[in-house]
DNA sequence: GGTTATACATTCATCGTTGTATGTATGTAA
DNA sequence: TTACATACATACAACGATGAATGTATAACC
């Protein structure tokens, strides 16, 4: 076939993304062939190897596209110092949750990056993005929980750095289960009331921040 | 080879399980070859097949030896009807995050299920077992919680399904955590304090347990 | 003590996948 | 208009893995 221009070449890359994500999802990434993936996108092994260097890359930039909401959302949070950081966390947490519970393409690349691929040295850059990406949501959370702290707003036998690796572990917790069994778990109610309660268990209640000061 | 006594045969059989943990630990389950498994283990492929039906018999061999500890004490718990349903929820889960911490082919093991291994069709049992486990402990612990609910134990914003949801995720969050980056997250301080905090704030009455034992 | 089932080793046939090399027609810039 | 870069398609070479079939020597059993 003959040459197409930038636009159709960008949407033919998106496609082979779309494709890959269907295919992966299905029969796993080692499992699924860059044919089926190129015919799944309605083009050849050609293109994708155009497009992308190998498998991993492809699935890399799979993984690129649906950065965690989380993630900036803290950046501004911590950004504004603002007067209420455990309000504020619950809400991003929350928030997190109801989109991705609605939002079906994550669910199903977040699947992929879950279930349905092995983390071994090709993979590689693909390990550290994502350390680096929780690594900093740990910290940004850990840096509010620590100035709920100074605020007095933080059950004292919380230390801001446990709410905050507690915080990421349980919403890990609660959408890995969801991936596993969808139907069982809803993530935006029954997870979502555990992170309500679990917020509020964060939050100092002032008759037994006095108890426990003396 | 000439065919060995039975006390032998089993002694390969879980010499090639041993070896099945190491080779899928280093290259991920799909790109493990069983001839490089048969190697590792001493033997040739024939021994394998022999033991074991195909790879995803093998892995599911490899999941079965570590059962979680998790799962029997807790049936053990729910069937004693204690009066201190919640202490000894955290001690089990304390305890659970500390033997995790220590042996090595558990952690092995684990890291395999978790992030060496793609669930598809033919993991189906394995998915199904896992599942199940999971949801059982899920279960028996909203029980113990429901029980401490109406021991007035439970603090009330949690309600026992809350409760019970919550700390599976919070568990699994943290060893999946720890599964990532072993050196960042010590299982038995960081994750065990965060269990510690995570069931005070469980817990009814606020000026009892911040000044009591711990 | 002979037979049979066992516990493997060896061999074989087949198939899928990967990376790359090459072909080719067209958009694009000079 | 030419000339080159682009966006693919096609073709090729090579390997590795799987499952099953077959071989075989010995332990276990009667």
Redesign the interface.
């Known amino acids: 076939m003959a040459r197409r221009t930038k636009d159709e070449a960008e949407k033919t890359r998106s496609a082979i993304i779309d494709a890959a994500e269907k295919v992966f999802f299905?029969?796993?990434?080692?499992?699924s062939s860059l044919e089926l993936v190129a015919k799944e996108a309605g083009v050849t092994r050609g293109a994708v190897y155009w497009h992308f260097k190998n498998k991993p890359a492809l699935l890399h930039a799979m993984a690129q596209r649906i950065i965690l909401p989380h993630e900036d959302m803290l950046e501004k949070l911590a950004a504004q110092m603002s007067q209420t950081p455990i309000d504020d966390l619950r809400s991003v947490c929350i928030h997190t949750l109801k989109t991705m519970a609605k939002d079906k393409r994550r669910r199903h690349v977040l699947t992929i990056l879950f279930?349905?691929?092995?983390?071994?040295e090709e993979m590689f850059d693909i390990?550290k993005r994502?350390?680096a990406s929780?690594?900093r949501i740990v910290s940004l959370a850990e840096k509010l929980f620590s100035r709920a702290k100074d605020l007095k707003m933080l059950?004292?036998?919380?230390?801001p750095?446990?709410?905050a690796?507690?915080m990421?572990?349980?919403?890990?917790?609660?959408i890995?289960?969801w991936l596993?069994?969808p139907k069982?778990?809803n993530l935006a109610t029954?997870?979502a009331?555990?992170v309500?309660?679990?917020f509020?268990?964060?939050k100092a209640?002032p008759?037994?921040y006095v108890?426990?000061e003396s």
């Open positions: 299905a029969h796993g990434v080692t499992r279930m349905r691929c092995e983390y071994i390990i994502q350390n929780k690594n059950a004292p036998f919380w230390t750095r446990q709410a690796v507690a990421e572990a349980l919403i890990i917790g609660l890995l289960g596993e069994q069982r778990t029954v997870g009331s555990c309500e309660a679990f509020i268990s964060l209640e008759s037994s108890l426990s």
